[in-house]
């Protein structure tokens, strides 16, 4: 069974850098697509960041180009988030998820098989 766990949300200030982990366990990590979704209270979640299984794709929300970026490392299972220039906007629960390698649309959380339970990020003014 795959099991998705990100690490790292926390309170920060605008104008803060933040980096979130993700670790997938199993040993087809390396097949994986992964992106980072997030749900802001009373909206509904929404695409952030995404890299492809090998890491020569990534794909960004417009809200975040030039401020995220996504990284990975297959041998370690893990993928990392990392957020400069944090706006109080970008307070939410962020996720992480993975699905089989697919050429299609990496904003489309349907496509995403695995799920974590979130980190709280809040980004105070």
């Known amino acids: 069974q795959v099991q998705v766990v990100e690490s790292g949300g926390g309170p920060v200030h605008a104008g803060d850098s933040l980096r979130l982990s993700c670790v997938v366990s199993?040993?087809?990590?390396?097949?994986?697509?992964m992106g980072w979704f997030r749900q802001a209270p009373g909206k509904e979640r929404e695409f952030v960041i995404a890299?492809?299984?090998?890491?020569?794709?990534?794909s960004y929300a417009d809200s975040v180009k030039g401020r995220f970026t996504i990284s990975r490392d297959n041998a370690k299972n893990t993928v990392d988030l990392q957020m400069t220039s944090l706006m109080p906007e970008d307070t939410a629960v962020y996720y992480c998820?993975?699905?089989?390698?697919?050429?299609?649309?990496?904003?489309?959380?349907?496509?995403?098989?695995?799920w974590g339970q979130g980190t709280q990020v809040t980004v105070s003014s």
């Open positions: 998820a993975a699905r089989p390698h697919y050429s299609g649309s990496y904003s489309d959380q349907n496509l995403y098989t695995y």
């Open positions: 199993g040993r087809t990590f390396g097949s994986y697509d």
């Open positions: 890299i492809n299984w090998s890491g020569g794709t990534t």
